[in-house]
């Protein structure tokens, strides 16, 4: 019964603090190493930032809604905990092996627009709200090619399960079946979680935008749910198209957390490195060139799942 009933949430409380942590500390290595001094030991500077936010006042504004502003954060972090329950670690160790797994993922991504835009409206501040209709006008481009993606590797696995998805890669890795396919993902990645040059909604030329006006414990939540979605991504990529836990010699957990840890690098390398486009570009390059490519993509994995 402890098993069945906690054995997953532990799993993923445990993938949350950890996941969050390592997000901070890669980030500021990447950081040093491409230069950019970071005050502090690298470290330590993500427990010392967590301890001062737990001690600072929570701003508030004039006529908030209290409760969504404050609820928004927790949800955000709850969503990139349901994303972590469907990554599974090896054929039996997974919090929560769905047949739908990859349609919960899916439904994932949607709210994670609903809880975004709720965050920046809900403070009832000019430019957290720009901040939240900013990722509005690009959130459904986002999980358009994140779905056309996503089917083209279930289709080899004639399953939306993401175990058995693992289990079609055995003979050959999705990422060289479809080649197009992890570009594309990584770049929805970076754009649900606002990080580097998909940094709409939350970025400097809105002094923050959606987190503009929150401080304190609110302000870590947020943070954390960043990190912790960027995590969950960095899973679900490793699982749709790395192969997963499959691997020679090394225990399945440890080749999934080798592939993970490679791909957050990925992203954390890219958020560092590329400038962050205008919003009318980013629009343009996603409905444009990317959603185009995408089904491409998709028509790619079902002509290859026919032959």
């Not at 402890?2 to 942590?21: A, Q, R």
């Not at 975004?116 to 000019?126: D, E, M, R, T, V």
């Not at 994140?146 to 080899?156: D, R």
């Not at 993902?185 to 606002?194: A, K, Q, R």
């Amino acid at each position: 019964m402890f098993s069945e009933l906690f054995l997953p949430v532990l799993m993923v409380i445990f993938m949350l603090v950890i996941g969050g942590y390592a997000v901070a500390v890669l980030d500021r290595l990447v950081a040093s190493a491409l230069g950019t001094p970071q005050a502090g030991r690298v470290w330590l500077a993500p427990m010392s930032r967590g301890a001062w936010l737990l001690t600072q006042h929570a701003n508030a504004t004039e006529a908030p809604d209290w409760r969504a502003w404050r609820l928004a954060p927790a949800l955000y972090l709850a969503l990139a905990a349901s994303g972590l329950a469907v990554v599974p670690w090896s054929a039996s160790l997974v919090a929560t092996d769905l047949v739908t797994s990859v349609v919960l993922w899916g439904s994932v991504e949607a709210l994670a627009t609903v809880v975004i835009f709720l965050h920046g409206w809900s403070a009832n501040s000019l430019l957290a709200l720009i901040g939240g209709y900013r990722y509005v006008a690009l959130g459904l481009s986002y999980i358009l090619i994140s779905m056309f993606v996503l089917i083209g590797v279930a289709l080899p696995a004639e399953s939306l399960q993401f175990t058995q998805v693992v289990a079609s890669q055995e003979g050959l890795w999705n990422v060289i079946r479809q080649p197009l396919g992890l570009p594309l993902f990584l770049i929805v990645g970076l754009g649900m979680t606002f990080w580097g040059p998909l940094n709409l909604a939350d970025s400097t030329d809105l002094a923050g935008g959606t987190a503009s006006e929150i401080s304190g414990p609110p302000r870590l939540v947020w943070d954390m749910a960043r990190a912790a979605m960027l995590v969950a991504f960095s899973g679900v990529a490793a699982t749709a198209f790395l192969g997963g836990w499959l691997g020679p010699w090394l225990p399945g957990p440890l080749w999934m957390s080798l592939k993970m840890l490679a791909v957050l690098i990925v992203l954390l390398l890219l958020g560092r490195l590329l400038p962050r486009l205008a919003p009318e570009r980013c629009v343009t390059l996603m409905w444009v060139v990317l959603l185009p490519l995408s089904f491409i993509d998709l028509v790619w994995a079902g002509i290859g799942a026919l032959l």
